[in-house]
Nanobody, 126 residues
Framework: QVQLVESGGGLVQAGGSLRLSCLAS????????MGWFRQAPGKGREFAAY????????YYADSVKGRFTISKDNALNTVHLQMNNLKPEDTAVYYC???????????????????WGQGTQVTVSS
């Protein structure tokens, strides 16, 4: 089992920045990659960013590319999401997720991840 705990959410004005963190614990050696998803009110959960735990390879959704940066600290079992130039449409609950080796689902799909955090609220005011 892997446990994930997010932190860093809050209220920010449009154009501002926030940095989310996700601390992994438990069987962290089984982690192949980490991802951030988000769920806006009344909408489904959508992919935001991905990082390979060993190589550091990253992928981003088009909606956040150029504004968000995902990074990792393997020694601390932590992944971060730096969010700059935030927009009201970025308002959502942000979830951290862990993908173990062997998953055949796309990294953009919820089914591609095995463990989830409880989420942290990000609200961007206009």
């Amino acid at each position: 089992q892997v446990q994930l705990v997010e932190s860093g959410g809050g209220l920010v004005q449009a154009g501002g920045s926030l940095r989310l963190s996700c601390l992994a614990s438990g069987r962290t050696l089984s982690i192949y990659a980490m991802g951030w998803f988000r769920q806006a009110p009344g909408k489904g959960r959508e992919f935001a960013a991905y990082i390979n735990w060993s190589s550091g390879t990253t992928y981003y959704a088009d909606s956040v590319k150029g504004r968000f940066t995902i990074s990792k600290d393997n020694a601390l079992n932590t992944v971060h999401l730096q969010m700059n130039n935030l927009k009201p449409e970025d308002t959502a609950v942000y979830y951290c997720a862990a993908r173990i080796l062997g998953s055949t689902y796309p990294h953009t799909a919820e089914s591609g991840y095995d463990y989830w955090g409880q989420g942290t609220q990000v609200t961007v005011s206009s």
